[in-house]
């Protein structure tokens, strides 16, 4: 018999490896829930940052169309930068009558027209560089 209440009483290695497996086992469980809490908070704050971001945009869309408007783009014009609708009074049509032509000169000095050539060709690479600069 006491040999019987020794082995009652005393836990085994096996027994011991099982509660620490089973110890591991739920400190795994534990670490995962956590995880995976800390996880769906990031995809809620995620998804309220889109629905956020829907509404801006649905937002600018509006204020756009308002502004694209053509007569709100009327008003800008007359009230802001003082433009006025064309009156048919201020409308003027022209009428050419004769051909185009090009008449040349009858100029004897070559030298002048070749001097005037180079110098607007000069006035013209200047312009050019000053462009650049």
Aim: charged share 25%; net charge negative; hydrophobic share 40%.
């Amino acid at each position: 018999m006491k040999t019987q209440k020794k082995k009652q009483n005393s836990f085994t290695t096996f027994d011991v490896l099982l509660c620490i497996l089973a110890v591991i086992m739920m400190l795994g469980l534990v670490i995962s829930s956590v995880q995976l809490s800390d996880v769906s908070k990031e995809i809620r704050i995620c998804k309220n940052q889109i629905e956020e971001l829907q509404s801006d945009e649905k937002k600018l869309e509006v204020e756009m169309e308002k502004k694209l408007n053509l007569r709100n783009i009327e008003e800008i014009a007359k009230n802001e930068l003082g433009l006025s609708k064309i009156e048919k009074s201020q409308i003027h049509y022209l009428s050419i009558v004769s051909d185009d032509k090009i008449q040349l000169s009858n100029n004897d000095n070559s030298e002048s027209t070749v001097g005037n050539a180079l110098s607007s060709l000069v006035r013209s690479f200047n312009i050019l560089l000053e462009y650049l600069s």
